[in-house]
């Protein structure tokens, strides 16, 4: 071994070994961030961690409050992470060397407890959910953020009543978890874009793109529920305008566990034609998605409707905890949809698109728009106004909702 060679493996011996001892030995999980918000019923809190962090968790009735217990921790949050009282949660305090204590405006139980694993943008996450003392016990499935990547949900100790004394005329009855209802049928929750005093893009020879999408939701509605096997609702059944939060509420109140928003749009560019599937980001994929985003999250605008009063359109909190998974098996579904209506008719390149569409940011139901095709393409427009054509496009949705629930199916999710 020559000698520059030999020095070359010295440096790099002696590099390895200052980097071992300048390293710790155990990295402590930092507390870096929290957030608290109020949705529906519930009170999340959300701790971002730098590492994996074990955990306990206890409740008090008196005084009212739910402690966390982590193994170890350093606490690295800034004071200002809690400003005021929010929901359930009217204080939050750090007890060293590890403890966590939410004093709670009224007696509370922990619903739901996990943490999420890192992702490409975030860390570790602790997550715990609080639901008043007196209100129905949670269900025992996990958040759809657990149900990706989480650790087993730790839920409030609970006091067991005696069983009451067996009687001795009959046997006992069969378990009530042995009589399983009926499974419940998904629910998809079809948008027929635009409508009323906002008619949408405007065809080549005048088609109105609120009608185009109108007829679409009612051939994709009679396709599914000939099947069988969903529920169907749509936003709309006539043509009349909604706000771009009203369609997503209607699909929430209806228990939709799918959204399809159906739309058509126009481009300078008569001969692009094809058609698209976006789902939400809060990055475009391209200049063309975001353009289009910001056209559509206008509608509001055209009624004359005020909304300056409204609050933001989807709380941070929601888009970095349910949203999240959400938006992953909007992917799935759009996956899906791409494959099976490229089997029907003509693509854009590029099918699968993001964009922030308002219209897709309910937290909690996994939302797709498909963009049917271009009504600026005459020949596209003369389709998209045919029955035919439609039943095309039906036929490769429903394919891919079944492909979709099966798949859900098959994992136990719905």
Not at 175 to 189: E, F, G, Q, S
């Amino acid at each position: 071994m020559g000698l520059k060679s030999l020095k070359l493996l010295v440096s790099i011996f002696a590099a390895l070994i200052l980097g071992l001892l300048a390293a710790p030995a155990f990295a402590k999980p930092a507390a870096q961030g929290l957030r608290v918000a109020e949705h529906e019923q519930r009170t999340r809190l959300v701790l971002d961690l730098s590492a994996k962090a074990a955990f306990a968790t206890t409740v008090q009735a008196d005084p009212p409050k739910v402690v966390v217990d982590f193994g170890d921790i350093d606490w690295a949050v800034p004071p200002a992470a809690f400003r005021r009282p929010t929901g359930l949660i009217r204080k939050v305090q750090f007890e060293p060397p590890a403890r966590l204590i939410l004093e709670t405006a009224r007696p509370a139980q922990v619903s739901k407890v996990f943490l999420i694993e890192p992702n490409e943008q975030f860390g570790w996450r602790f997550v715990i959910d609080l639901v008043a003392a007196d209100a129905s016990p949670p269900p025992p499935a996990a958040s759809p953020a657990a149900k990706a990547k989480s650790a087993p949900t730790q839920a409030a100790p609970t006091q067991t009543p005696p069983p009451p004394a067996a009687a001795k005329t009959a046997p006992a009855p069969a378990p009530l978890t042995d009589r399983k209802p009926p499974a419940k049928k998904p629910v998809i929750a079809i948008d027929p874009g635009h409508g009323g005093a906002d008619p949408g893009a405007i065809g080549a020879s005048g088609a109105y793109e609120k009608n185009i999408t109108l007829a679409m939701a009612r051939d994709l509605k009679d396709k599914l529920e000939a099947q069988g096997r969903y529920t169907v609702v749509l936003t709309r059944d006539r043509d009349v305008f909604l706000r771009l939060r009203e369609r997503s509420a209607k699909a929430r109140a209806a228990g939709a566990d799918l959204f399809i928003s159906l739309h058509a749009d126009a481009l300078p560019n008569p001969a692009i034609q094809g058609l698209s599937v976006y789902t939400l980001s809060e990055t475009a994929s391209d200049s063309e998605a975001q353009l289009l985003a910001e056209k559509e999250n206008k509608a509001d605008l055209i009624a004359g409707i005020d909304l300056s009063h409204e609050a933001p359109e989807v709380a941070n909190i929601l888009i970095d905890l349910a949203q999240r998974e959400t938006m992953n098996l909007s992917a799935v579904f759009a996956a899906g949809a791409v494959e099976e209506l490229g089997r029907q008719v003509r693509l854009l390149s590029n099918s699968h698109r993001f964009a922030g569409f308002a219209v897709l940011k309910a937290p909690d139901v996994p939302s797709v728009l498909i963009e049917m095709g271009y009504l600026s393409n005459a020949q596209e427009e003369r389709l998209l106004r045919g029955h035919d054509y439609r039943a095309k496009l039906a036929t490769g949705l429903a394919r891919a909702i079944d492909r979709y629930f099966e798949a859900r199916r098959k994992t136990g999710a719905r």
